[in-house]
C-alpha cells in the first residue's frame, strides 16, 4: 500500500533513469546520461558473450559455477563469497528482500531503486542526507549514529551515484563499527569501484556477516544489456541468500561474461587511468562554462547548472537536438532540477558536449537579452 501510495504522489518521476536511447535508432545517441566504461566492452568478454550463442540450447547452470570462478579471479575473493545475480539491481533486491530488515536507512542523494525495493516490500525507507549546504557533501556519522537501530539495514553507494562523492576504506571501517554496535546490517552498492581505487571493501565480508556488497559489470564491461551483478557476503550469508533465489539467474551470456571477466585486469588498469584524466578536463571544461562541478572519484560528474540560468529539463530537451543524452537528477532527494549527471566518456565525446552546451548557453543569454 505504501508503494502504491508513494507511486500517486507528486515525485512522480522519481524512479526514472538515464539510459533512453530507444527513440529510433540508439547508436544514433551519444549517451551522458549513462555510466558507462569509455572504452568500450574488452574483447575477451565480447568474443565470451558471441561463443554463448553456442549455450544457449541448454539452460543455464543453476550453480553458476563459472560465473563464480571468473568472479573469484576478478575481484580476488573466495568463491564461496560470490553470488551472482541478473544485473546489479538483481543483486540489491536479493539483499533486501531476502534479509529483510526492519527498516532501510539510505545515505542520500544517492541510486533511486534502493527506495523503490524498500517500499515494494513493504519495508520503511529514511534517508540520511550528505549534504551540508548545497555544494558540500561529507559523510554524515553523527546523523547515522542517531539514526540507526537494531535490525535496520544501511545502504551506502560508494563512490556515491550521481556524485561519485567516495568514502574510503579507513572511514568505512568506523561505519562498519557502528553497524556492529548498533546490531543492524550494512549493504554497500559498489557498481563503481572497479574505476577507481581505494574504496572496496569487499574483504570485509569474509569473517563479517554484517556487511554485504552489491556489485555489478554493466557499467565497467559497457555490457548494460547483458544483465550482470553479483553479492558478496560471508559463505553462510550467501548460502542462505542462494535458497532464496530464483534458479536460472544469469542467461548464457552473463555466464559467458561472468567467466571471462577473470582475464580483464590489464583493461580495468587502463580504465582508471582513462577515466582518472578524461574526468579532470571535462570537470575543467564545465568549470569553464561558470557551472559548479562536484569533486569526483567515478566515471561521472554532478553538475549544478543554477550559477549558468539554466535548468536540467532545458537542457536536456536542446541537447536532444543535437543527439545528446544527459541525467536531469531532479528526482533525486537532495537535489533538484539544476543538477545533471554527465558520464566521463573520451576527449572527442566531451568535447561535442562542452561545445553543445556552450552554444546553447550563448543562445540563452541572447534570448534573455
Not at 554484517?210 to 553479492?231: C, D, E, M, Q, W
Request: hydrophobic fraction near 40%; aromatic fraction near 6%; charged fraction near 25%.
Amino acid at each position: 500500500i505504501r508503494y502504491l501510495l508513494y507511486q500517486g504522489c507528486e515525485t512522480m518521476n522519481r524512479f526514472e533513469h538515464g539510459g533512453d536511447v530507444w527513440h529510433g535508432n540508439p547508436a544514433d545517441w551519444l549517451d551522458f546520461s549513462s555510466n558507462i566504461n569509455t572504452l568500450g566492452c574488452p574483447g575477451v568478454v565480447r568474443q565470451a558473450i558471441i561463443r554463448a550463442i553456442e549455450d544457449t540450447a541448454y539452460y543455464p547452470d543453476t550453480a553458476m559455477q563459472k560465473a563464480v570462478e571468473g568472479l573469484s579471479k576478478l575481484l580476488k575473493m573466495p568463491e564461496g563469497c560470490i553470488l551472482p545475480a541478473s544485473g546489479g539491481i538483481g543483486a540489491l533486491e536479493l539483499a533486501i528482500a531476502g534479509m529483510r530488515p526492519k527498516r532501510v536507512v539510505a545515505l542520500t542523494p544517492s541510486f533511486v531503486e534502493y527506495e523503490r525495493i524498500a517500499l515494494q516490500h513493504d519495508i520503511e525507507f529514511i534517508s540520511v542526507s550528505m549534504l551540508e549546504g548545497r555544494h558540500t557533501l561529507k559523510l554524515p556519522m553523527d546523523k547515522l549514529k542517531s539514526e540507526l537501530k537494531r535490525g535496520d539495514m544501511l545502504v551506502i553507494c560508494n563512490p556515491a551515484n550521481p556524485s561519485g562523492f567516495g568514502i574510503d576504506q579507513r572511514t568505512m571501517e568506523d561505519v562498519i563499527e557502528l553497524v556492529q554496535y548498533k546490531q543492524a546490517t550494512l549493504l554497500v552498492d559498489e557498481a563503481f569501484t572497479l574505476f577507481c581505487d581505494g574504496y572496496s571493501i569487499a574483504e570485509t565480508v569474509i569473517e563479517n556477516p554484517n556487511v554485504v556488497i552489491a556489485g555489478s559489470l554493466t557499467k565497467i564491461f559497457a555490457i548494460p544489456g547483458v544483465r550482470i551483478g553479483y553479492l558478496l557476503a560471508e559463505d553462510s550469508r550467501v548460502s542462505a541468500l542462494k535458497e532464496k533465489q530464483l534458479p536460472w539467474a544469469l542467461s548464457a551470456f552473463a555466464a559467458r561474461a561472468a567467466q571471462a571477466a577473470g582475464s580483464t585486469a590489464d583493461f580495468i588498469t587502463k580504465t582508471k587511468q582513462a577515466v582518472e584524466a578524461a574526468r579532470a578536463t571535462l570537470q575543467s571544461e564545465l568549470e569553464s562554462l561558470s557551472l559548479f562541478v562536484y569533486e569526483s572519484c567515478a566515471n561521472y560528474l554532478l553538475v549544478d547548472l543554477k550559477p549558468a540560468g539554466i535548468m536540467a529539463e532545458r537542457l536536456a530537451e536542446e541537447l536532444k537536438q543535437s543527439k545528446i543524452l544527459i541525467r536531469n537528477c531532479g528526482n533525486y532527494r537532495g537535489l533538484d532540477d539544476d543538477h545533471m549527471r554527465v558520464a566521463v566518456k573520451n576527449d572527442e565525446e566531451n568535447k561535442k558536449l562542452v561545445t553543445a552546451i556552450k552554444e546553447i548557453l550563448k543562445r540563452e543569454e541572447r534570448v534573455g537579452k
